[in-house]
């Protein structure tokens, strides 16, 4: 054989050699011996682990609110000893009014409560026009001139719905009891008034003091509009049972001015919240009741004399107040605003503030009851 014909038959034979290869890698690959390299992809978790790996916790999620849950029946877990117990306190200048009752409290309860808490700043603010009061600073609430409220009366239906219709809610937070004390001249003669006999001389059914087992003597009822506070608006509602004034009571801007009035009024008589008029050297305060025989005063026997005070003042009758024995009873509340922002964390804290121990205590001192 030539050598020309040698090489052929040696082409050939290498060409079917690598032919039969690379068909027997092709069926090997198709039977899944040979693996067929394939994209990377996401790792897949077996569905049988045969370890489980410790759970990794996930970061805390944003809040949508800085408010922490409340439950509905009371802003208090337990209620706390101190001030300082309390953490839910936020910061800032908040913006709080209503009630002219809730006075003795500016006064005397929320200074020490912002020296504890210094960074929770609190400005009374009085309406633009009208008098004080709790229905204006219901009314300032909705407008959102304040953060929170005080009142000494009960949150009206008109109140939810104007408040539902703003987008939020209210909710009335109770922390004190108040009674509603009468007081008349002090040189007057009077052993004491019934609910009803004090109705009727409200609506001018009785204009005399000999009609009610006093002296022959005109009576001047002296009274604050009916627009001008909570505690008109209770007196209205609860003693007058929602009868109108009578045409010889004198309407009188303010408490101050009514007791200036009384004083030199032999004939006069007003009502006003007991931490106000109970104390005071210049009026008396009278006995009030369901029945003509059970007759109780607002403060502790015996009665102080005018010309031992201001040596002596006449001291509030808790235990006749809490007890219910005296008649004309209410609670003060703390309306916060439930739209889930800082206003109504500042109300809640405000509220259960007042209702710890220490809130408690200097509540009494002012002059109110203790609503634990």
Same mark, same amino acid.
């Given at each position: 054989?030539?050598?020309?014909?040698?090489?052929?038959?040696?082409?050939?034979?290498?060409?079917?050699?690598?032919?039969?290869?690379?068909?027997?890698?092709?069926?090997?690959?198709?039977?899944?011996?040979?693996?067929?390299?394939?994209?990377?992809?996401?790792?897949?978790?077996?569905?049988?682990?045969?370890?489980?790996?410790?759970?990794?916790?996930?970061?805390?999620?944003?809040?949508?609110?800085?408010?922490?849950?409340?439950?509905?029946?009371?802003?208090?877990?337990?209620?706390?000893?101190?001030?300082?117990?309390?953490?839910?306190?936020?910061?800032?200048l908040f913006s709080y009014g209503g009630s002219t009752t809730w006075a003795p409290i500016r006064r005397?309860?929320?200074?020490?409560?912002?020296?504890?808490?210094?960074?929770?700043?609190?400005?009374?603010?009085?309406?633009?026009?009208?008098?004080?009061?709790?229905?204006?600073?219901?009314?300032?609430?909705?407008?959102?001139?304040?953060?929170?409220?005080?009142?000494?009366?009960?949150?009206?239906?008109?109140?939810?719905?104007?408040?539902?219709?703003?987008?939020?809610?209210?909710?009335?937070? /109770?922390?004190?009891?108040?009674?509603?004390?009468?007081?008349?001249?002090?040189?007057?003669?009077?052993?004491?008034?019934?609910?009803?006999?004090?109705?009727?001389?409200?609506?001018?059914?009785?204009?005399?003091?000999?009609?009610?087992?006093?002296?022959?003597?005109?009576?001047?009822?002296?009274?604050?509009?009916?627009?001008?506070?909570?505690?008109?608006?209770?007196?209205?509602?609860?003693?007058?049972?929602?009868?109108?004034?009578?045409?010889?009571?004198?309407?009188?801007?303010?408490?101050?001015?009514?007791?200036?009035?009384?004083?030199?009024?032999?004939?006069?008589?007003?009502?006003?919240?007991?931490?106000?008029?109970? /104390?005071?050297?210049?009026?008396? /305060?009278?006995?009030?009741?369901?029945?003509?025989?059970?007759?109780?005063?607002?403060?502790?026997?015996?009665?102080?004399?005018?010309?031992?005070?201001?040596?002596?003042?006449?001291?509030?009758?808790?235990?006749?107040?809490?007890?219910?024995?005296?008649?004309?009873?209410?609670?003060?509340?703390?309306?916060?605003?439930?739209?889930?922002?800082?206003?109504?964390?500042?109300?809640?804290?405000?509220?259960?503030?007042?209702?710890?121990?220490?809130?408690?205590?200097?509540?009494?001192?002012?002059?109110?009851?203790?609503?634990?």
């Amino acid at each position: 054989m030539s050598a020309k014909n040698e090489t052929l038959v040696l082409a050939l034979s290498l060409l079917v050699t690598l032919g039969a290869a690379g068909a027997g890698f092709w069926w090997l690959t198709q039977r899944g011996v040979i693996p067929t390299p394939i994209a990377p992809t996401s790792p897949i978790a077996p569905t049988s682990p045969i370890a489980s790996p410790s759970p990794i916790a996930s970061p805390p999620s944003t809040p949508t609110s800085s408010i922490s849950p409340t439950p509905s029946s009371s802003p208090v877990q337990g209620q706390l000893a101190r001030f300082a117990d309390f953490q839910g306190v936020p910061s800032g200048l908040f913006s709080y009014g209503g009630s002219t009752t809730w006075a003795p409290i500016r006064r005397d309860v929320d200074p020490v409560l912002e020296t504890v808490w210094n960074q929770f700043r609190l400005r009374y603010t009085d309406p633009i026009s009208g008098a004080p009061g709790s229905g204006s600073g219901i009314r300032m609430l909705l407008e959102g001139q304040l953060v929170f409220a005080q009142s000494s009366r009960s949150i009206k239906d008109e109140e939810y719905s104007r408040a539902q219709q703003r987008g939020f809610s209210l909710r009335e937070i /109770p922390v004190a009891i108040d009674g509603i004390a009468v007081v008349v001249n002090p040189s007057l003669a009077i052993p004491g008034l019934t609910i009803a006999q004090l109705k009727d001389i409200y609506t001018s059914k009785v204009t005399n003091w000999n009609q009610v087992g006093g002296p022959d003597l005109p009576i001047t009822p002296y009274s604050r509009r009916l627009v001008d506070g909570g505690t008109i608006e209770f007196f209205f509602e609860n003693v007058l049972q929602k009868s109108d004034f009578g045409n010889t009571v004198e309407f009188i801007p303010t408490t101050t001015q009514a007791l200036r009035k009384l004083a030199v009024d032999p004939g006069g008589i007003y009502y006003a919240s007991a931490p106000e008029a109970v /104390p005071q050297c210049t009026v008396k /305060p009278i006995a009030i009741g369901r029945k003509p025989d059970e007759l109780v005063p607002p403060y502790k026997e015996p009665l102080v004399p005018v010309d031992q005070c201001p040596a002596q003042r006449n001291q509030i009758d808790a235990d006749a107040l809490q007890s219910g024995q005296y008649p004309i009873t209410r609670r003060l509340f703390v309306i916060v605003k439930q739209n889930g922002q800082v206003d109504q964390q500042a109300g809640e804290a405000y509220a259960n503030l007042l209702l710890t121990t220490e809130g408690q205590a200097l509540i009494s001192k002012a002059g109110f009851i203790s609503i634990r």
